[in-house]
């Protein structure tokens, strides 16, 4: 068993031999690190989100980020038939669009590789009308959120991602334009 001594004394008295016992101290040790490395995981919704304020005139007509809710692009491949994509703006349904499920094969090498051309082409339809950052100048790009289901195989998901990718924008940096994708993709969690 775990001890520590204390020590002893000299001389006419008695000497004060005794053994602490370390298993309670350890325990609690253990208990206090498990509690602390099990709280630290919500220590990220205690914070504040906080931007920067330059200082200089201030804007004529300041925007908050709270009065303008970004629009997200949702596409739902859960069904074997078709697409949805639907357009989301806070809870807000903007627009649902339905695109059949139709996929080609292309031999690429030794890689039999998915697209699905008429989903991009809609895609490509869709954010002309419903995106939000089509200014060349703006750095931000729009949001798709991809729903899968557990069964989706990888190269469907990699298909969808592709025509998503396939809708470009005008970027222009320090007078220099180029074509960057128009989304940026997240995941959906079931």
């Known amino acids: 068993m775990a001890g520590v001594d204390v020590g002893g004394s000299s001389g006419k008295r008695r000497t004060v031999d005794s053994e602490v016992n370390m298993i309670p101290f350890i325990d609690l040790l253990l208990v206090t690190i498990a509690f602390l490395l099990i709280t630290a995981v919500w220590t990220h919704m205690a914070r504040i989100n906080a931007d920067a304020q330059v200082p200089g005139k201030p804007n004529e007509d300041p925007l908050k980020l709270e009065d303008v809710k970004p629009k997200y692009l949702h596409i739902e491949m859960r069904g074997e038939e078709k697409f949805v994509l639907i357009w989301k703006q806070g809870e807000t349904v903007v ?91 997240t995941f959906s969690i079931n």
Do not use: C, M
């Open 95 to 185: 627009n649902t669009v339905d695109v059949p499920r139709k996929e080609v094969k292309i031999q690429q090498g030794r890689v039999e590789v998915i697209r699905f051309p008429d989903l991009g082409d809609k895609i490509q339809e869709e954010w002309k009308t419903n995106g939000q950052h089509a200014n060349a100048s703006d750095p931000v790009a729009d949001q798709a959120v991809l729903h899968t289901d557990n069964k989706t195989e990888y190269k469907y998901i990699i298909a969808v991602i592709d025509a998503l990718y396939g809708t470009k924008r005008d970027r222009t940096v320090n007078g220099k334009t180029e074509k960057i994708p128009a989304f940026n993709v």
